[in-house]
């Protein structure tokens, strides 16, 4: 029996906090910052996204050596590309709108890697109803056996709590690691629910309001920045809908700006992904902002919205650190 694509991958729930009792095995696994691909592992490759969609094509490195694998396998894996400081998520989705002699070319300038998590099939055998840690030594038996190397990548595993909290350290943050996959060890792999746990790298942040939706009597969301080297204020985040307490405190202390405004007039979209554009007030750029944050920071810049925390009013814009730059 094969597995054929698409298989919808087994999916994971957010939580805030590692469970502090759990009556049940767990493992603990990095979660790493890249696109989750399953790798159908054949003379005929297929890479497929979460999404279902064919990224084979997209990258051609990662389609020849799952070809050469030497053993028929449908592998549940991280897709990523590895920058100068760490995991580079611009790099990777760069990577995956090239076709052809492009793809070709970007696989030798930024080759990917493929982190092994799972294993759903192995030489004819489908595993999904194995228990995961039984799907875990035959990865690891694959590996040992194939002397698997990069470009493929063993996902680390722990079963040591102190560990795992180890890893949510905002430095492996830093490097790309987002935070933290929670597992039942005895666990049966189950396409499309939600059976696992993840928790991400959280981190506080500060950053200059610039500009608000609503108005600045009554803001809903923030739109932060940061001063560059030349002096420019550059956009780095936008916060989740403000509490109502926070609204009413911020409405009463910031001031609606004018064209004299540098986003006076920028076209911002409304969401990740998105065309459609955002309609914000700019407000005078003299207030700092505390914010909390995970891991996924592109070029200076967070990619997922940040929650406010509070006014820094022991702050001033050119105390907190420039654009790029991490406190």
């Not at 799907?135 to 722990?158: H, I, N, S, Y």
Request: charged share 25%.
């Amino acid at each position: 029996m094969h597995l054929s694509p698409p298989v919808e991958p087994m999916l994971a729930r957010s939580v805030i906090a590692i469970p502090a009792s759990v009556r049940r095995p767990t493992v603990y696994e990095q979660k790493a910052d890249g696109f989750r691909c399953l790798v159908f592992a054949r003379p005929e490759p297929f890479l497929q996204s979460r999404r279902g969609a064919n990224l084979t094509q997209s990258f051609p490195e990662l389609a020849r050596v799952a070809s050469a694998l030497g053993v028929e396998a449908v592998l549940d894996s991280e897709l990523v590309v590895w920058g100068t400081q760490g995991l580079d998520f611009l790099a990777l989705q760069n990577r995956a709108r090239r076709r052809g002699a492009g793809a070709e070319r970007a696989a030798r300038e930024r080759p990917a890697h493929l982190i092994v998590f799972d294993v759903l099939e192995l030489a004819g055998d489908v595993l999904m109803d194995e228990p995961l840690r039984h799907r875990r030594a035959a990865l690891e038996r694959l590996f040992a056996a194939r002397r698997l190397a990069a470009p493929w990548a063993l996902c680390p595993q722990t079963t040591d709590l102190a560990t795992a909290q180890a890893w949510m350290d905002p430095v492996w943050g830093a490097a790309g690691i987002e935070g933290v996959m929670i597992k039942d060890a005895d666990s049966r792999y189950r396409p499309g629910e939600r059976g696992w746990l993840k928790l991400r790298t959280r981190t506080t942040d500060e950053g200059i309001i610039g500009a608000v939706t609503g108005t600045a009597h009554a803001p809903t969301s923030l739109l932060l920045g940061r001063l560059d080297v030349a002096d420019r204020l550059k956009l780095v985040a936008r916060t989740t809908p403000l509490p109502r307490k926070a609204a009413a405190e911020l409405g009463a202390v910031l001031h609606a700006a004018g064209p004299e405004h540098p986003w006076w007039g920028w076209r911002i979209s409304a969401g990740w992904g998105s065309k459609e554009p955002m309609v914000f007030q700019p407000v005078i750029p003299e207030l700092v902002a505390e914010v909390d944050t995970d891991a996924a920071v592109d070029l200076g810049r967070h990619r997922h919205p940040v929650r406010y925390l509070r006014l820094r009013a022991d702050l001033t814009p050119a105390e907190i650190p420039l654009f790029g730059e991490h406190a």
